[in-house]
């Protein structure tokens, strides 16, 4: 019967052996991020990543800043011109040359665009000579670090179109794009021509995956090489595998809980502490997030300068919490909730389920909440609206994730978040002290006792509430040598990796 | 013919109206900020912040009536512009034919391969009905239309990709790829054109005409091309069409299990990021695309029913 006929057929073509599993000569990158299109401001983080192109300035997994398409750089002695020696005989995936022109050409594109160059006093970036100055309004320290942002990187003046619309990424880096298939695939091969020399390994695909599960599924098949933001469920699995390495390393994004502090119940500092005390990190880390523990403060040890070694860590204490409240005149109402002359202690949590763990987080908190008397309700919502309520004042307490490494130093944060009051940090609260020591240490003034002192308030104070510190994890395959798990999620190390012997 | 034509058209029409107003308002109605959700679905979460949102309202000029934005979409879509999406910058047109493509290349095989699969399957089992390969038939195909395609999807992978290492477990952009989606699909809806091809068989191969047919002398085989495919025909083809309503659906969900990406993996990001033109281009060519669907389903079994006139007879 031709019917059963084809029906075999088709079965047996099903069963040929295929490529799956095995090294074809390509680089497999798995990771959720999205490519949105050629434009650094919005894919850059993928760009950099598969070494694409590349930024003036570099981090080394320490966090101190090394030569990138600069070889070195300098303030003027007021502190108002910096000065960037460029590196020589480097040319852009179209063969044009690299050049203090195309460098100030791509910084002015990106700065006239959202991110965190718009927010750097600066006056004029332009080209002298061979050298790239940038002019600033104010001094600004930490300028360089700005500069190794991935928004900050240097594409071809032929990547743009008139209006400074990227068309094309033409970058300097050791890989060049063979096929940018948005939103979920890109292709590269070596580029011959790189500064560096080419990379070990020619040819190299990056694939989006949004399901974790799926790309714990990639790894666990072979089909991909190096696998990022594993879910906690699959890191156990897969580190049981011996031809699979599974590493982990902190990063500098933190679990925080912010509070509004013009709500008559947390407007106290005793209150947000109450708060707080009520929360038990190391089980919600441990049970949660499957990490070894929580945060005592806000930044892990990864930001050595601003992990401070003299503050008191935040502990799990209901007991004095109730007892805190209690000296705030609040009191358990008939459903144990607390009242205050006649106004519950209930508030709004807003959260977004872009990261699973936030909602499951919430709710796990709302139970430690409830258990010193205070109610809250949890609203998982589009994550834009924790920036949104914070403007219009509704905000309450916000549960979210917030990245401390977009640049390595974590100064360019504090001072959008915190001095004094920003969209993803404090909700009025201002601490003159605090604003004062941030923007110091921002034009250069102040060390190690200042960033101390200046962790000390924000622990003291509690505008936000630290929870867990993240972990970043990747599987990576036994097929490969030399790939690193960055802390601060810059590079993949795609450069130095090498197929194993 | 021309009436047919012509109701079609009418339809096609009262269809983009009704897409357009209905995703309109819905788009309206989200809860929220537009402008810091575009901004979200550009720069990720970690770069939203009110400088950002204010340039983009100012860029895309959010202050504006919502009816003014209406308006200028149902002229835009007059003169055949879909506008750009506001979260990419590219034109709606070109990031629908990118993904809508990969969906249709996905459906497209699935819709194959389960023909491959389901008919033959079904037409052995309906010309011995009530069989060993019927009853077998019954049991499998109620299990693998009764399992949930992400599991489906996830089991496939697990024994095709992980433990006999012969497929690719998720990715795109190699002929291997499409299998594993495709086979989950196909799986689904093989197991339901199984039963159709089967009922349909069985009836014809019970009907007094095929009665004769045996009693002048055919062969099986010749009974089943002259007087059975044709007759079976008519219920597959109008199956068919019902499936590919069926495929749309699971279509998403299989896209996001095997980073496929498609116009579900589409349509959910663009409503994430209220990219309106996405979500409004993206609806009018699914709403047209079921349009035309019904207006080729309805030839094909005109064409198809000897009843009807068509071809053969």
Redesign the interface.
């Known amino acids: 019967m031709r019917p059963a006929f084809l029906s075999a057929a088709a079965l047996a073509a099903l069963s040929l052996p295929l490529t799956a599993g095995t090294n074809d000569g390509v680089l497999d990158i798995v990771a959720p991020f999205e490519i949105k299109g050629a434009d650094p401001v919005t894919s850059g983080n993928i760009f950099i990543k598969m070494d694409l192109a590349e930024t003036l300035v570099n981090v080394d997994p320490d966090g101190r800043l090394t030569p990138g398409l600069a070889l070195s750089w300098q303030a003027s002695d007021d502190g108002l011109e910096w000065r960037f020696d460029l590196r020589p005989d480097v040319v852009f995936h179209d063969g044009s040359a690299f050049d203090a022109d195309a460098a100030a050409h791509a910084l002015n594109v990106a700065r006239a665009k959202p991110g965190l160059l718009e927010t750097a006093p600066i006056a004029a970036i332009s080209a002298d000579g061979g050298d790239l100055v940038v002019t600033l309004t104010e001094p600004f320290a930490p300028l360089p670090a700005f500069l190794s942002e991935y928004r900050s990187l240097i594409l071809a003046p032929a990547a743009y179109g008139p209006g400074g619309e990227v068309t094309e990424v033409i970058g300097t880096g050791p890989y060049r794009v063979t096929r940018l298939d948005a939103p979920l695939r890109l292709e590269a091969q070596g580029f011959a021509d790189h500064w560096d020399g080419p990379p070990f390994i020619d040819r190299a695909s990056y694939q989006s995956v949004g399901r974790a599960e799926t790309r714990a599924l990639l790894a666990e098949s072979g089909d991909a090489d190096y696998v990022f933001n594993l879910d906690p469920a699959s890191v156990a699995r897969l580190s049981g595998l011996d031809r699979l390495e599974v590493q982990s390393v902190s990063v500098p994004r933190s679990l925080l809980i912010k509070l509004n502090g013009d709500h008559p119940a947390l407007s106290d500092a005793r209150a947000r502490q109450a708060l707080s005390m009520a929360i038990d990190r190391e089980g919600l880390a441990q049970a949660i997030l499957r990490y070894p523990a929580g945060a005592d403060q806000i930044l892990p040890p990864s930001l050595a300068d601003w992990h401070s070694e003299t503050v008191a860590p935040l502990t799990h204490d209901p007991e004095a919490a109730r007892a805190l409240l209690a000296d705030l005149g609040w009191q358990p109402g008939p459903d144990g909730i607390l009242t205050r002359d006649g106004d519950r202690f209930s508030l709004v949590l807003t959260t977004y389920p872009d990261r699973p763990e936030l909602p499951l987080s919430a709710a796990v908190l709302q139970q430690m909440f409830a258990d010193i008397g205070v109610e809250v309700v949890i609203d998982s919502t589009n994550s834009s609206e924790v920036a949104v309520r914070h403007g219009d004042g509704s905000l309450d307490m916000a549960l979210f994730a917030r990245n401390f490494a977009l640049v390595p130093d974590p100064i360019g944060t504090f001072l959008t978040d915190y001095a004094p009051t920003g969209d993803w940090g404090a909700m009025n609260w201002d601490s003159p002290e605090f604003t004062a020591l941030i923007r110091d240490l921002a034009r250069g003034e102040g060390g190690q006792p200042e960033r101390d002192r200046a962790i000390e308030i924000l622990q003291t104070e509690l505008p936000v509430i630290p929870v867990a510190w993240y972990q970043q994890t990747a599987a990576i395959s036994g097929a490969i040598t030399g790939a690193v798990v960055d802390p601060f999620e810059r590079t993949l190390g795609l450069r130095s990796i090498r197929w194993a012997e | 013919m021309r009436r047919a034509i012509l109701h079609r058209l009418a339809q096609a029409v009262m269809v983009a109206l009704l897409v357009g107003v209905l995703t309109f308002l819905m788009m309206q109605s989200l809860?929220?900020?537009m402008a810091?959700?575009i901004?979200?679905?550009?720069?990720?979460?970690?770069?939203?912040?009110?400088?950002?949102?204010e340039?983009?309202r100012q860029e895309l000029g959010l202050d504006r009536p919502a009816i003014a934005a209406f308006g200028s979409w149902l002229w835009d879509l007059m003169r055949l512009d879909f506008g750009t999406s506001v979260?990419?910058?590219?034109p709606v047109m070109t990031e629908i034919r990118?993904q809508l493509g990969a969906s249709l290349q996905l459906a497209g095989a699935a819709l194959a391969?389960s023909l491959?699969?389901g008919?033959?399957?079904g037409?052995?089992a309906g010309l011995r009905a009530g069989g060993l390969l019927d009853r077998v038939l019954l049991v499998l195909s109620t299990a693998l239309r009764s399992v949930p395609q992400f599991l489906m999807g996830?089991v496939l992978?697990?024994l095709l990709?992980?433990q006999l290492?012969?497929?690719?477990?998720?990715?795109?952009?190699r002929a291997?790829h499409f299998?594993l989606p495709a086979?989950t699909l196909a799986l689904g809806l093989a197991a339901v054109s199984a039963r159709v091809a089967r009922d349909a068989m069985a009836r014809v191969a019970g009907s007094p005409h095929y009665a004769f047919g045996r009693w002048k002398g055919l062969s099986e085989?010749q009974m089943l091309r002259r007087h059975g495919l044709r007759n079976i025909g008519v219920a597959m083809v109008t199956y068919l069409g019902l499936q590919f309503a069926m495929l749309v659906e699971g279509v998403v969900v299989i896209e996001?299990?095997?980073?496929?990406?498609g116009i579900g993996?589409?349509l959910v990001?663009a409503i994430?990021g209220r990219d309106v033109p996405m979500v409004q281009g993206t609806a009018l060519l699914l709403g047209l695309g079921f349009v035309l669907l019904n207006a080729l389903v309805d030839l094909a079994a005109r064409w198809i029913d000897p009843r009807a006139g068509g071809v053969g007879t």
């Open positions: 809860p929220g900020d810091f959700r901004a979200a679905g550009r720069y990720g979460y970690d770069n939203v912040n009110a400088q950002a949102a340039a983009v979260i990419s910058g590219a990118h391969l491959v699969i008919p033959p399957i037409i052995l996830l992978i697990v990709s992980i290492g012969w497929l690719p477990a998720a990715g795109h952009g291997e299998i086979l085989a996001a299990i095997f980073g496929w990406p993996h589409a990001h994430f």
